[in-house]
Protein backbone atom coordinates (compact mmCIF):
# COMPACT_ATOMS: atom_id res chain seq x y z
CA UNK A 1 0.00 0.00 0.00
CA UNK A 2 1.73 3.43 -1.00
CA UNK A 3 1.72 6.37 1.36
CA UNK A 4 -1.24 7.98 0.07
CA UNK A 5 -3.57 5.26 -0.11
CA UNK A 6 -2.59 4.71 3.81
CA UNK A 7 -3.53 9.04 4.33
CA UNK A 8 -6.87 8.87 2.14
CA UNK A 9 -9.89 7.30 3.41
CA UNK A 10 -11.98 4.86 1.60
CA UNK A 11 -15.44 5.62 0.93
CA UNK A 12 -16.40 2.19 -1.19
CA UNK A 13 -18.82 0.26 -0.38
CA UNK A 14 -19.49 -2.91 -1.88
CA UNK A 15 -23.04 -2.55 -4.27
CA UNK A 16 -24.94 -5.00 -2.03
CA UNK A 17 -24.23 -3.13 1.02
CA UNK A 18 -24.78 0.20 -0.53
CA UNK A 19 -28.47 -0.98 -1.58
CA UNK A 20 -28.93 -2.34 1.52
CA UNK A 21 -27.63 0.76 3.66
CA UNK A 22 -29.73 3.29 0.39
CA UNK A 23 -33.63 2.98 0.63
CA UNK A 24 -35.77 2.32 -2.31
CA UNK A 25 -36.62 5.27 -3.78
CA UNK A 26 -40.10 6.47 -2.51
CA UNK A 27 -39.94 3.79 0.08
CA UNK A 28 -41.34 4.47 3.63
CA UNK A 29 -40.73 2.45 6.85
CA UNK A 30 -43.13 2.05 10.10
CA UNK A 31 -41.62 4.28 12.58
CA UNK A 32 -43.19 5.05 16.07
CA UNK A 33 -46.58 4.04 14.76
CA UNK A 34 -46.35 6.50 11.52
CA UNK A 35 -45.12 6.74 8.41
CA UNK A 36 -41.08 7.61 8.03
CA UNK A 37 -40.07 8.73 4.86
CA UNK A 38 -36.41 9.09 4.83
CA UNK A 39 -36.83 11.93 1.78
CA UNK A 40 -38.19 14.25 4.09
CA UNK A 41 -35.49 14.39 6.42
CA UNK A 42 -34.29 17.81 7.44
CA UNK A 43 -30.35 18.20 5.66
CA UNK A 44 -28.32 17.49 8.78
CA UNK A 45 -26.32 20.29 10.40
CA UNK A 46 -24.89 21.64 13.07
CA UNK A 47 -28.17 23.54 14.56
CA UNK A 48 -30.00 20.02 14.51
CA UNK A 49 -27.24 18.10 16.35
CA UNK A 50 -27.30 20.28 19.32
CA UNK A 51 -31.42 20.59 19.12
CA UNK A 52 -31.11 16.54 19.54
CA UNK A 53 -28.99 16.78 22.58
CA UNK A 54 -31.11 19.76 24.05
CA UNK A 55 -33.88 17.86 23.53
CA UNK A 56 -33.14 14.49 25.13
CA UNK A 57 -31.71 16.74 28.61
CA UNK A 58 -34.84 18.86 28.90
CA UNK A 59 -36.95 15.36 28.50
CA UNK A 60 -34.71 13.97 31.18
CA UNK A 61 -35.27 17.18 33.25
CA UNK A 62 -39.22 16.43 33.07
CA UNK A 63 -39.82 19.52 30.89
CA UNK A 64 -41.05 17.13 27.88
CA UNK A 65 -43.48 14.70 28.33
CA UNK A 66 -42.33 11.13 27.45
CA UNK A 67 -44.30 10.54 23.78
CA UNK A 68 -45.12 6.44 24.95
CA UNK A 69 -46.99 7.49 28.46
CA UNK A 70 -47.54 11.48 28.03
CA UNK A 71 -46.15 11.67 31.45
CA UNK A 72 -42.80 13.21 32.25
CA UNK A 73 -39.60 11.81 33.55
CA UNK A 74 -37.38 13.28 35.83
CA UNK A 75 -33.89 11.30 35.09
CA UNK A 76 -31.19 14.34 36.44
CA UNK A 77 -28.36 11.95 36.13
CA UNK A 78 -29.75 11.35 32.07
CA UNK A 79 -30.02 14.93 31.92
CA UNK A 80 -26.45 16.31 33.49
CA UNK A 81 -25.02 13.66 30.72
CA UNK A 82 -26.77 14.94 27.99
CA UNK A 83 -25.47 18.76 29.03
CA UNK A 84 -21.90 17.02 29.72
CA UNK A 85 -21.86 16.09 26.01
CA UNK A 86 -22.60 19.40 24.62
CA UNK A 87 -20.08 20.50 26.67
CA UNK A 88 -17.61 18.48 25.09
CA UNK A 89 -18.96 19.66 21.62
CA UNK A 90 -18.75 23.27 22.77
CA UNK A 91 -14.77 22.79 23.51
CA UNK A 92 -13.58 20.30 20.69
CA UNK A 93 -15.24 22.72 18.16
CA UNK A 94 -13.76 25.88 19.48
CA UNK A 95 -13.03 28.54 16.83
CA UNK A 96 -14.32 26.02 14.34
CA UNK A 97 -18.41 27.39 14.55
CA UNK A 98 -19.93 30.88 12.19
CA UNK A 99 -20.83 33.35 14.83
CA UNK A 100 -24.63 32.01 14.81
CA UNK A 101 -24.05 28.07 15.24
CA UNK A 102 -21.44 29.76 18.11
CA UNK A 103 -24.15 31.57 20.00
CA UNK A 104 -26.90 28.98 19.32
CA UNK A 105 -24.89 26.32 21.58
CA UNK A 106 -23.87 28.95 23.90
CA UNK A 107 -27.61 29.57 24.65
CA UNK A 108 -29.07 25.80 24.42
CA UNK A 109 -26.23 25.34 26.77
CA UNK A 110 -27.48 28.20 28.97
CA UNK A 111 -31.09 27.53 29.08
CA UNK A 112 -29.50 23.78 29.52
CA UNK A 113 -27.37 24.76 33.01
CA UNK A 114 -30.16 26.76 34.52
CA UNK A 115 -33.23 24.37 34.10
CA UNK A 116 -31.16 21.78 35.40
CA UNK A 117 -29.84 23.98 38.37
CA UNK A 118 -33.29 24.63 38.94
CA UNK A 119 -34.29 20.83 39.10
CA UNK A 120 -31.38 19.57 41.18
CA UNK A 121 -32.06 22.13 43.58
CA UNK A 122 -35.98 20.97 43.96
CA UNK A 123 -34.90 17.67 44.52
CA UNK A 124 -32.52 18.16 47.23
CA UNK A 125 -35.19 19.85 49.21
Sequence with gaps: MSSQEE???R???PAAA????QPAEGASETFGGSKFDPNKLPPPDFRMLVSMLATQAFAAMGQIPNPAT???MVEL??????IDMLTVI???TK???S???DKFLENALHELRMGYFAMSSQAKK
Design 18 to 21: AAES
Design 11 to 13: TEQ
Design 7 to 9: QEP
Design 90 to 92: EAK
Design 99 to 101: ADE
Design 77 to 82: PLAKHM
Design 70 to 72: GQP
Design 95 to 97: GNL
